[in-house]
Antibody
Framework: QVQLVQSGAEVKKPGASVKVSCKAS????????INWVRQAPGQGLEWMGW????????NSAQKFQDRLTMTTDTSTSTADMELRSLRSDDTAVYYC????????????????????WGQGTLVTVSS | QSALTQPRSVSGSPGQSVTISCTGTSNDVGGYNYVSWYQQHPGKAPKLMIYDVNQRPSGVPDRFSGSKSGNTASLTISGLQAEDEADFYC??????????FGGGTKLTVL
């Protein structure tokens, strides 16, 4: 079955970086994108960005653009998300989620809904 | 970019119907037929319930339906069941290769 399995919980100090991994199985990895979504404690979902696993093109929310790096390793069907310069308000559960390919009017690939989701990775930022 | 607007909570009795609204702008909800809805039980990952405004993934009961009028999308759950109690989030494509979520609605089954 289609499944995304994420790496384990992390505790980081302010200013550090964190990398979360997401291993896909049960489908052709390069036929779907991977999105990253986070959820702070008791809060709602926040879209961070996506990566086109076929050509490694990325797009991200403006607030993350200078701190977020998304990569893939097609040999292991794994997507990674690295967030730098961590602050206490980055404490959240981080999810990866598969995205089906749609095409914007420009012809660029976009991902507009997410299924399935990984189990989530808790990242705690604390001094 | 502000989150889409959802009511903080809705409630209904078993067997009843409830509707959750999701209001955006012409730049997101009103501009694209790319609204999706997610159900999230406590401590669990979100689950896709509706995509492309009104399409149901396989395995999602037909008690769940979606619609859109102008800048507002809606999720209707008919024949409420106890297991429907959860948080629900809407999501829309917002142009310029970005996506935006709603703030979430807590559904209570009385």
């Amino acid at each position: 079955q289609v499944q995304l399995v994420q790496s384990g919980a992390e505790v980081k100090k302010p200013g550090a970086s964190v990398k979360v991994s997401c291993k896909a199985s049960g489908y052709t990895f390069t036929s779907y994108g991977i999105n990253w979504v986070r959820q702070a404690p008791g809060q709602g979902l926040e879209w961070m960005g996506w990566i086109n696993t076929y050509n490694d093109n990325t797009n991200s929310a403006q607030k993350f653009q200078d701190r977020l790096t998304m990569t893939t390793d097609t040999s292991t069907s794994t997507a990674d998300m690295e967030l730098r310069s961590l602050r206490s308000d980055d404490t959240a559960v981080y999810y990866c989620a598969r995205g089906d390919q749609y095409y914007e009017s420009s012809g660029e690939v976009i991902y507009v809904w997410f299924d399935p989701w990984g189990q989530g990775t808790l990242v705690t930022v604390s001094s | 970019q502000s989150a889409l607007t959802q009511p903080r909570s809705v409630s209904g009795s078993p067997g009843q119907s409830v509707t959750i609204s999701c209001t955006g702008t012409s730049n997101d909800v009103g501009g694209y037929n790319y609204v999706s809805w997610y159900q999230q039980h406590p401590g669990k990952a979100p689950k896709l319930m509706i995509y492309d405004v009104n399409q149901r993934p396989s395995g999602v009961p037909d008690r769940f339906s979606g619609s859109k009028s102008g800048n507002t999308a809606s999720l209707t759950i008919s024949g409420l069941q106890a297991e429907d109690e959860a948080d629900f989030y809407c999501c829309s494509y917002a142009g310029t290769y970005t996506v935006i979520f709603g703030g979430g609605t807590k559904l209570t089954v009385l």
